[in-house]
Nanobody
């Protein structure tokens, strides 16, 4: 299990931007971002490969969100979120290894005018 800590969430107006961070002993592990809105299931939204060269996105965020990795220190991943909409609100989680892997405690994102 890898200890992961997210930060960077907050309240933002529609069409605004936020940058989330996730720090931990990530090394060359593939990593993911998930989110969970109230009364909804947790959904995968972005993933990045071991060396940060391969990224994938859910259709709902493609073109607006960008996942990246700190390849210098292998200790952080980021999620740049642009053009945020109210439906992007929720708790955002950093993950390694899928459902039964390692999870952070989450950081809250609220998009509202």
């Amino acid at each position: 299990q890898v200890q992961l800590v997210e930060s960077g969430g907050g309240l933002v107006q529609p069409w605004g931007s936020l940058r989330l961070s996730c720090v931990g002993q990530i090394g060359t592990l593939a990593m993911n971002w998930f989110r969970q809105a109230p009364d909804k299931e947790r959904e995968w939204i972005a993933g990045i490969g071991s060396f940060g060269q391969i990224t994938n996105y859910a259709e709902s965020v493609k073109g607006r969100f960008n996942i990246s990795k700190d390849n210098d220190n292998n200790s952080a991943i980021y999620l740049q979120m642009n053009d945020l909409q109210p439906e992007d609100s929720g708790m955002y989680y950093c993950n390694q290894g899928g459902t039964y892997g390692s999870w952070g405690q989450g950081t809250q994102v609220t998009v509202s005018s």
